[in-house]
């Protein structure tokens, strides 16, 4: 059973607009949530994270909120770039005595000049 | 920089050879794992260590053996490889997962 999803498989954005990227999640105990980026060949790397605490983290053109009654998280590029093109996975957190990371399946974004 | 090096970048092996992925990290960390990234599967995990000579199944382990008998190095091991192992293999390392983990480059593996 999918704990992290990514619903929609891809997103395609005009640059200079918005980009919201979702996540729904089923586990009530993940307390941490993290954005990762991924380019082609390349190994995901860390964007952006949220604590369970929080409703929103903001990184320059990133933000992340985080709703936690509706198990849901978004992120946020305004304002879009090509460079932004890229794979994004969601990730989840439960905790003490877990070792590791629940991750979507991921949302290919295009942002088109 | 921190890093977690990936022996190969591109590897090519015939059905039923034994393939060794090799994973090293500089970072200290005590949690170490591999995944595989398959178009439209996302990320899944196949196997994780969390310490020396200790290791536990991810959601994926079958085909799949691993090795960790140093803690900057945590290697996977396809004991007889198939065709729908043909893959981006990810290895990643981690001081606790809150901090997120490192990852490095990857390895595409083509197996024929």
């Known amino acids: 059973d999918q704990q992290v999803k990514q619903n929609s498989p891809s997103l395609s954005v005009q640059e200079g607009r918005i980009s919201i990227l979702n996540c729904d999640y089923t586990n009530s105990m993940f307390d941490y949530f993290l954005w990762y980026k991924k380019y082609p060949a390349e190994g995901p790397t860390f964007l952006i994270s949220i604590s369970s605490i929080k409703d929103k983290n903001e990184d320059g053109r990133f933000t992340v909120f985080l709703n936690k009654s509706a198990k849901h998280l978004s992120l946020h590029i305004v304002p879009s770039q090509p460079g932004d093109s890229a794979v994004y996975f969601c990730?989840?957190?439960?905790?003490?005595?877990?070792?590791?990371?629940?991750f979507g399946k991921g949302t290919k974004l295009s942002v088109i000049p | 920089d921190v890093k977690v090096t990936q022996s190969s970048r591109y590897l090519v092996k015939r059905t039923g050879e034994k393939v060794f992925l090799e994973c090293v990290q500089d970072m200290d960390h005590e949690n170490m794992f591999w995944y595989r990234q398959d178009p439209g599967l996302g990320l899944r995990l196949i196997y994780f260590?969390?310490?020396?000579?200790?290791?536990e199944k991810g959601d994926i382990p079958e085909g799949y053996s691993v090795s960790r008998e140093k803690k900057e190095r945590f290697s996977l091991i396809l004991e007889s490889a198939s065709t729908n192992q043909t893959s981006m293999y990810l290895c990643a390392s981690s001081l606790v997962p809150l901090y997120g983990y490192t990852f490095g480059s990857g390895t595409r593996l083509t197996v024929v």
């Open positions: 990730a989840a957190y439960s905790g003490a005595g877990s070792y590791q990371l629940t």
């Open positions: 260590s969390y310490d020396v000579k200790m290791k």
